[in-house]
């Protein structure tokens, strides 16, 4: 029996380090070309009971602490006109419970973990049809079974459900500031050892330490069209005009907000929030399923991940405990994502609710302190 994962994000890659573990045989099929092909976005922080959970059943655990930064929890959320509402620093024993990880160091702990036969990188999955996938390059593959770990855009999921991602109203640009420490020591203290964010009526800024040294911003616009981007009057082709028109857009929020945008080099990627509708389903079918994003994707408020990497081991365990039953261990994992997963999409959507809503920072301290 062939399992064929195709996406070899967190979520897939999770999957098929249960799979290893259990001697099952699994192909994981990556459309990028290599593991550095691409650079994998900022840091992630991990559950307890959820991200955490997956990577002790992964057995990686330890490794996963040793790489790690427990610190990156450091909260400092801010009025737009520089009021600090809230800080909090992780005191040195803290028990590690949302820990930050550099997802490219996440994704590579996952890959190490892994032979180097069981990827199969610069495959980009096109369709299946009769047992048969179907790659861009005219390339073909067997599987009994197939999973799509491949993201937001998968090309699987029209196998199982015609839902498709809708914009949030949410546009986002993606900056940052290289070597902080040395370059900009003043912006590297003020924005502490984790995340620092900024929340105004319609917009927010959130500014988060990475273990490279480097300092990611987010930029976010809510309320606005999904194709804000062509007429925003960000030129997509002109980092230094990308940062002026930025500025402007952040006109009236304090000093050090403006510095921040500054400060930043010339990576500026936009990025437009989509997600699926909270609690989508579809009826179990023999030979297809789905994981991660593929399957709920949700704003990006701190799930997402942490959900697809339990679902990719909860889906190997449901495998490895139905060895030569797929169909049953495929509806048996279903029943259990679609249900916390849906519980994930809902709180997610509060969030994104709060962000979204005119007094975001005031919601969100009271998000932070109940009561
Ligand atoms: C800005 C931002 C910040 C976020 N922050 C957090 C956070 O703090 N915490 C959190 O839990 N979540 C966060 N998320 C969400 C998180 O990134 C995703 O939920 C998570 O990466 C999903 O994992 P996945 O394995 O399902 O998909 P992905 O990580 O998207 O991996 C999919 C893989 O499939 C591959 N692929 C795609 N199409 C094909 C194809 N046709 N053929 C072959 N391969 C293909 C891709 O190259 C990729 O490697 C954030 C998301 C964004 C956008």
């Known amino acids: 029996m062939v399992i064929a994962i195709v996406g070899g994000g967190l979520g897939g890659l999770a999957l098929a380090r249960l799979l290893h573990m259990n001697d099952i045989d699994a192909v994981v099929y990556e459309r990028e070309s290599s593991r550095d092909a691409r650079g994998q976005g900022g840091m992630l922080d991990l559950h307890a009971g959820t991200g955490q959970r997956a990577l002790r059943e992964a057995g990686l655990i330890d490794r996963f602490h040793a790489i790690a930064r ?21 005191p040195e024993d803290a028990p590690s419970l949302r820990p930050e990880v550099d997802r490219a160091d996440l994704r590579n702990l996952l890959l190490d973990s892994l032979p180097e036969h069981v990827v199969r990188w610069g495959h980009a999955f096109e369709h299946a049809d009769d047992g048969l996938l179907h790659f861009t390059d005219g390339t073909t593959a067997t599987y009994d079974l197939l999973v799509g770990a491949d993201g937001a855009d998968s090309r699987v999921r029209p196998l199982l459900t ?30 502490g050892r984790g995340n620092y964010w900024v929340l105004g009526d319609g917009q927010s800024l959130s500014a988060q330490r990475n273990g490279d040294g480097r300092v990611r911003v987010y930029l976010s616009f809510y309320n606005t069209a999904e194709d804000w981007f062509a007429t925003s009057g960000i030129p997509s082709d002109d980092p230094a005009g990308a940062r002026a028109r930025l500025i402007d857009l952040f006109t ?39 994981l991660g994003d593929a399957a709920h994707l949700m704003p990006p408020v701190g799930q997402g991940a942490n959900m697809a990497l339990l679902d990719g081991v909860l889906l190997g365990l449901a495998l490895a405990a139905h060895p030569d039953d797929f169909p049953a261990a495929v509806k048996e994992y279903e029943r259990e994502m679609f249900d916390r997963t849906s519980a994930a999409g809902r709180q997610s959507a509060r969030i994104q609710e709060i962000l979204t809503s005119p007094d975001a920072s005031q919601k969100m301290l009271a998000f932070f302190q109940p009561g």
């Open 70 to 90: 427990p610190e990156g929890q450091d909260l400092r959320l801010l009025e737009p006109d520089g009021t600090l509402l809230l800080q909090e620093d992780t």
């Open 162 to 191: 015609d839902a498709r991602p809708a914009h949030t109203g949410q546009n986002a640009v993606e900056l940052g500031i290289p070597d902080v420490d040395r370059t900009h020591p003043d912006l590297a203290a003020m924005v």
């Open 252 to 290: 009236g929020w304090s000093s050090q907000a403006i510095a921040l945008i500054a400060a930043c080099d010339d990576m500026v990627v936009p990025r437009s929030i989509t997600t699926l509708p909270v609690g989508l389903t579809w009826p179990s079918t023999t030979g297809v399923t789905l």
